[in-house]
């Protein structure tokens, strides 16, 4: 499985279980569920991805994957400034 | 006093409970209550789905100016490897809060962002004066065994202890939170609560009573129960167990309706419970999550409404079954008798027996039910959203009035770059986080400036200019606004591309279309902000898809996103196009149709695409508007060259003295080119001396047609083609014609009509409406679509022009590129529509997926003239 994918479904686990916590039968309910999820059809992963990967990057403070020539000019001064800040408060 | 509502508790999953309704409608009553005071709503754009949702609750309410979107670095929700993040998310918030000056911050669920990216915090940045809504303390009387909850909570508890004033939703909380946490009693106040105004007493018609009944699976007079079932505190067990021992001639005459979100596998829980009770599977309805507006005409015709929870922080589900008429029994716990008042209505969740005989009353004995409902409706009207407003801004003042020195608290940009440091240091210097970081300060802290941007999409037209009709437009339309920017904006012209959401300067088209010598270095993302303005000019289908998220993201921020529409053309004609660009077109005009307003080229296409709208599945929020701008007509901004082309030359010269017709447009099936040929080849044969002259690029589709023309045996005598033509040849080829054949089937504007009547060279049009539009009564028009039909209106209009009857085009009006760019600006900047799209049946809640779903089957659109 591929890492955000395996991450989605360790916070689908985490999620399910902080709600059902106390209710075992419901907890096999989960895991039963979550161990159908590698079984996916591959293009509803690929998909799920894109439209993930759509939506992060639309919104540039969720992207996954952040370089220098993903900042705005403003955010590249501000990142200056914590950079500075950074190497002061070593 | 400057007022700021934090709204997460409308944006989390707490929006589809209780806390999310409470938040929405507290705030709504406050906005509308707040008299001298300014209100400013605080949202946090990691819920981005649930921006345009409040935005459009408070509109008209409050100025959309008013509603502010901060972000933060995510995921933040309790979660390994969120902790860091989440630490300085809280500071990047709290620091939004504090550039906003308040006088008072009210959070109105600070116990969220559990499993979710709601950021709440008090005082880890900024102090500010804090009051926070008291809804119940339950998982500190009744602890989740989860211990990642238990922490949680306990850290938030520090957090509610930070604020300095406390709202409760009623007696009972305020009570419990002053006995619990020992807080100071002057500082917590009940304001109450209220139900929404949609419940109500409803008359329903018998047949639609049974068609609700119907579509819920109910056959039987039915007791109603809202909750969350899966929640044990709601105790709609004891219901069950308390129907199961009724007498049975009574059971049999009704039905339980379980009405509530479930989650997955509950519904079979619920079943084996009532099972073990003893009741038969019909005798249990589940009704899942249900709009409010369902809800409202359940409560209207159920036989009883149920309320047994052990524990409420108010009750609302009681009230808003109250308001509507329904009886009312419930449990005599905790705040659950203040809100229904009547102790005949109560009875002890804890006590099977006292449900059962409270129950078989309230089902049989018709007096105590209708005196229940009586005195019920009485006790609602104790309850009002704009009386618990009043009661908090009333709070609000007392506080502010207490301070010693009531001074607004401030932001230092310095101070939350030193503190976002410190904790990023503990990150080991990931420069993603720094740089995720730094993007959210850089957006909710942008460097002043003193004008607003106007950013001008120039996609394809920085890409290549093929000097098509829509490129054309685009530059036009740019020279125009870089020229005379609107007052108070700079223009920048920028570009996206079809890898990744988002746009970038256009630093290097700038300067060559400005003619400018700077050596430009990189192309960054833009940097837009609350107040900006993107006008989507040019046209590129793939890189608006490509946006589809990066525009609401644009609009939650509070940048207005306006398009350009130049035709319908591929979904009026799609015949005419090559495969896949009718659907593409839909595509573009569904995002488009998610903008704040829609500026077209004419009238004509204005109402196509009104047309369109009311077709389409677009379903929306807020109005839209639509306004039209004519293109300019003034050849001199555009033209470029001067020369005369050696193959214009030659036609002209050739050309002679007798009657030639002009037609100009790239040769496509749409223009009409193969009737216009086979109409003048029947005039040839039967011995017309007329030419016919092409001005046109080949297109598609009409390789047939472009061979027919190549190989013409009358080309070059009575026949002639020019392919490449620039403005100056066709400024001559206008003089030289006789008259302009304007054939086409669609078009979104019409430039060569009023090129034709700017030198005063007649029009014989097809009757279309964007041709009535722009010509009026200054030219001939023709219908059908054979050659005969066409070949006789070239011979009608060749009489009448022998008698100097036919239409003049001179006195056509038309606009400069000046004058068009005006009017673009005057509908930007002071919303000149057209006309506007009102979505209908807009409600006041924020909508779940079964409302969005609903919205979109249903014909729920209006239009009004402006």
Redesign the interface.
Known sequence: MAGWFRSLVR?AM??A???????P??DA??KQ?LARIPLLDRRLRAAVRRARE??Y???????T???????????????L???K??K??? | MRIVLDLQGAQTASRFRGIGRYTLALAQAIVANRADHEVLLALSGLFPDTIEPIRAAFDPLLPQDNIRVWLAPAPVGVDTGNALRRQIAERIREAFLASLEPDMVHVSSLFEGFGDDAVTSIGVFARLPTAVTLYDLIPLTAPLPHPAFRGYYAAKLDSFRRADLWLGISQFSCEEAISLLQLEPAKVVNIGGAADARFKRIDLPAAERRSIMQAHGLERPFICWVGSPGEKRKNVAGLMQAFARLPPELRRRFQILVIGKTHTGEVDGLRRTARRFGLEQDEVVYAGYIDDDELARLYNICRAFVFPSFYEGFGLPALEAMQCGAPVIASNSTSIPEVVGSQAALFDPNSVDDIADKLQRVLADDEFRADLIARQLQQTRLFSWDESARRAIKAFERFHAAAATPTRSTFVYSDLITSTAQILRKKLFRRSAVMSTAMAIAQNHPEPRAEKILFVDVSELSQHDANTGVQRVTRSILKQLLENPPAGYVVEPVYGTPERPGYRYAKKFTQSFLQLDQTVLEERFIDARRGDIFLGLDLQHHVVARNRLYYPHLRDLGVKIYFVVHDLLPIQFPDYFRAGSTEGHHKWLSVVSQSDGVICVSRTVADQYVDWLAQSAVSRLRPLGIGWSHNGADLTVSAAHVELSKASQAALTALGSGPSFLTVGTIEPRKGHAQVLAAFERLWDSGQDVRLVIVGKPGWMVEELLEKLRHHPKLGSLLFWLEDVNDADLERIYGACTCLIAASEGEGFGLPLIEAAQRKLPILARDIPVFREIAGQHARFFEGRTPEALADAVTEWLKLRAQNRHPHSEGMPWVTWAQSADRLKAILLAGDWYKVWRPDGRRSGIPNEDDRRARAQAPASTFSEQ
Not at chain 1, 17 to 23: D, E, L, N, V
């Open positions: 916070q985490f999620r279980h902080t709600r059902i916590a106390g209710r039968h419901l309910l989960v569920s759509d939506r990057q639309a919104i540039p403070v969720r992207a994957r952040i370089g220098a020539a993903d900042l705005t000019p403003r955010a590249l001064r501000v990142y400034d914590l950079m800040a950074l002061h408060s070593q």
